[in-house]
């Protein structure tokens, strides 16, 4: 059940009025409005970050592969904010979810 659509965004640098390094994010062509499931990342995704010096919040689950990576990011349809963590891609015999994006949410 893919209750939530989403963009994926990349990082670019763009220069501003003053001459300096302004970075933003451009939505990915082509990855906008893609359907996924949004749910709390389980204890031991959460460690496996935490071991990294890293923090996952949440993960992300497709029903196809989306090229995303680490420092990337993901708006909802409802305005969150996710930053990419790190993808799993599926292992041979799981194939309901091609990609779960592992990612902690952005507060504003």
Request: proline share 4%.
């Amino acid at each position: 059940m893919l209750a939530t659509t989403c963009t994926l965004e990349r990082k670019s640098s763009t220069k501003d009025a003053s001459g300096g390094m302004t970075n933003t994010f451009a939505a990915v062509s082509g990855y906008s409005g893609i359907a996924c499931d949004i749910q709390p990342a389980s204890g031991s995704v959460q460690m496996r970050y935490q071991q990294k010096g890293t923090i996952c919040t949440h993960s992300i689950y497709f029903a196809e592969d989306v090229p995303a990576f680490a420092g990337d990011r993901f708006t909802t349809d409802d305005s969150r904010t996710f930053l990419v963590m790190g993808i799993r891609k599926a292992s041979p015999g799981r194939i309901q979810w091609p990609c779960i994006v592992d990612v902690e949410e952005r507060l504003a």
